[in-house]
């Protein structure tokens, strides 16, 4: 069964730093893997996806790279901004079973002006 | 396009009640999924379809019902809500065939059983 962990939990940071967040799964049989954010009481809103076949991919100041032999994933976010504070969930869909993306719990990040 | 669309966006049951959530997309996707987000976690899957008629348990299915009769519809049906069923409910749906397709989420809806 695919598990996927975040680490941390939770992260503040001040105004203006390069932060990495962590996503492992335990089942590297996986067709992609997609990086989410969510704001307080909303939806999802999908800010990256990587192949399985990918590195990495990069949208403005946000980067993912992924390493499936080793079940590891970061979202690179550089120079954080208070509109950065959100929750961002790590997501993998794999290629057996269900064809449908098991979430980690994610990682709450709080940035202070 | 709409996209994936779902209502209601809130809803309050007392326990026994019963409701259903609807899904609509109009992406003519194969694939469409019913998940429950529970605070501080992630997703969980509940059910999935394939395509019109075809629908299998996910993780987390037990209290729920569902139905496919047409490719844009996947309504969630709860029975006998009890307060365990107080979640955030999220459909999503994505084409069929390949794998580079992401999948759409609907904004979700907020359920509230007491």
Not at chain 2, 78 to 102: I, M, N
Request: glycine share 10%; charged share 15%.
């Amino acid at each position: 069964k695919q598990e996927v962990t975040q680490i941390p939990a939770a992260l503040s940071v001040p105004e203006g730093e390069n932060l990495v967040l962590n996503c492992s799964f335990t089942d590297s049989a996986i067709y992609n893997l997609q990086w989410f954010r969510q704001d307080p009481g909303k939806g999802l809103t999908s800010l990256l996806l990587i192949q399985s076949s990918q590195r990495e991919q990069t949208s403005g100041r946000l980067n993912a790279s992924l390493d499936k032999s080793s079940g590891r994933s970061t979202l690179y976010i550089a120079a954080s901004q208070p509109g950065d504070s959100a929750t961002y969930l790590c997501a993998v869909l794999g290629r057996t079973g269900r064809r449908a993306l098991t979430f980690g719990s994610g990682t709450r990040l709080q940035v202070q002006p | 396009n709409a996209g994936v669309t779902q209502t209601p966006k809130f809803r309050i049951l007392k326990i026994g009640q019963s409701m259903t959530l609807q899904c609509t997309q109009d992406m003519n996707h194969n694939y469409m999924y019913w998940y429950r987000q529970d605070p501080g976690m992630g997703l969980k899957l509940i059910y999935y379809s394939v395509g019109a008629g075809i629908t299998d348990k996910g993780e987390v299915p037990n209290g729920y019902n569902v139905s496919r009769s047409t490719t844009e519809d996947f309504p969630l049906r709860l029975e006998l809500a009890a307060p365990s069923q107080t979640s955030v409910y999220f459909c999503a749906s994505r084409l069929t065939g390949g794998t580079d397709y992401e999948q759409y989420f609907g904004p979700g809806t907020r359920l509230t059983v007491t």
